[in-house]
């Protein structure tokens, strides 16, 4: 699960705390990213309603465009997940500080379909690269994927399944239920570590 509250703090004591409670990261709704920000919030004010800890959270279309908030002071922390192949430029830019890490389990993935869709036994699949081996993992059998098409996030693949530019999504089941989709897979979770990021 996530680090222990106590923990939490002790490590972003060593940083100036952010002027805004606001949290930026990965959209649009229903990524796995806006669930572990969502969580990040509620922990850092455990009084706080679920709806205001939801308010507090600010999604954008990449983690950069994330990143570029917290340098104009729109969002006070960046939430990144580690699999993220390009949060090296993030740990590498002098202007921010790592405030910490957590240990956060992903909603679960799986693969969908729009619903009634007939989907062919080499169907398209969209996918975040990051988790792009659960492909592999969960699609069932007599499906083989032909094509993976690379997506800026779960729920962006969703989106593509929904609207028929590809046959089906790996994706989350908030994601899926958002944009109407139906499972044909087994779906399960991804112990995920992530970072927390803050200006300098």
């Not at 002098?94 to 240990?103: H, K, M």
Request: proline share 8%; net charge negative.
């Amino acid at each position: 699960m996530i680090l222990e509250r106590s923990n939490w703090l002790a490590l972003e004591a060593a940083t100036v705390r952010p002027d805004s409670p606001v949290i930026g990261t990965l959209g649009p709704a229903g990524t796995s990213s806006e669930q572990a920000a969502v969580h990040l919030r509620a922990v850092l004010d455990p009084d706080s309603d679920p709806t205001e800890a939801t308010a507090d959270v600010q999604l954008y279309d990449s983690y950069e465009e994330a990143g570029e908030a917290l340098a104009t002071g729109e969002v006070g922390r960046l939430v990144v997940a580690n699999a993220y192949a390009g949060i090296n430029a993030f740990y590498m830019n002098p202007a921010l500080d790592l405030a910490g890490a957590f240990v956060f389990d992903t909603p679960h993935y799986g693969i969908a379909r729009a619903r009634g869709h007939r989907v062919p036994p080499r169907p398209r699949v969209a996918t975040h690269p990051a988790p792009v081996a659960l492909v592999a993992e969960l699609l069932p059998g007599p499906y083989t994927a032909q094509e993976l098409v690379l997506t800026t996030s779960t729920s962006t693949a969703a989106r593509a399944a929904r609207d028929l530019d590809t046959d089906l999504a790996l994706t989350t089941e908030q994601a899926a239920a958002l944009h109407e989709l139906e499972f044909i897979s087994r779906t399960r979770p991804i112990r995920m570590l992530w970072s927390v990021f803050v200006n300098r």
